[in-house]
């Protein structure tokens, strides 16, 4: 990835933010390659002091930056696509849309121009390079693809899937970050009650959840394989899993993912 190229980010908001916190992290790009917009720039001024470039001007940052962002939320999506459309370069410019449910065919309809547009749905942990990223798009050999898979390779996990499979993404990667960040703070509840002080609790309950997703991530392992290596006869593992099951937490969760992806499936309307 050439680092003299620059980025504009196209909606300052939480994921827009992370992608600019995570692309620093990661030496990819010095901040000041890096336009951020928002309509109140007054809410991100402190990106602008660590030197950011910050404007409420979705054209000036476009005109100035290669790679476009867009992270805006669904129901702002097309009014933006057809602001910046006059200044989208086909020879210059790739746009990569974070926004759950437009379709590629879609945001080129509405853009006009044969411009590279590539899906990406990272979550909130891009922010410390720990983020899951599923990419799609209009073909899996598309060189488009593979600059923002170097992107986001650079801040996280990526795994390029077709096309239809991004709302599941979305449910399972950008919310799941909600669900799993929810069982660790049940789990530090429950150390809460059988005898730990809460910020004793929730860092023992961080850490272990860390290290599980590690051990699958790094071992490559499968789950009720890492299970099975605590869980001995008549133990105390068992046991609590046994009740955790009998109250639905495993139902709940993939009730949970099936939910958050009809919602997802809803969220994008096209005029």
Known sequence: MDSEKKVAILGG???GLAIADGLISSNLFPANNIYITR??????????????????????????SEVIVVAVQPQQLN????????VLDEGKHILISVVSGASIKIMKQLIGKEIPVIRAMP????????SMTCLSGENKTDDSLDIAKKIFDSVGQTLIIDEELMIPATALCACGIAFFLRAIRAASQGGIEIGFHSEEALLMAAQTAKGAASLLVNME????GEVDKVTTPRGCTISGLNQMEHYGFSSAMIRGIVTS????AKLYKVD
């Open 79 to 86: 009014e933006l696509l057809q602001e910046i459309a006059p």
């Open 39 to 64: 309509k109140k720039i007054e809410l991100i001024k402190t990106y602008s002091d660590k030197g950011y470039v910050v404007t409420k001007d979705n054209i000036l940052a476009v005109k100035n």
């Open 261 to 264: 992806a009809e919602k997802a």
């Open 13 to 15: 908001g939480n994921i």
């Open 123 to 130: 979550n909130t942990a891009i922010a410390i390079r720990e």
């Open 221 to 224: 392992s499968h789950p009720e």
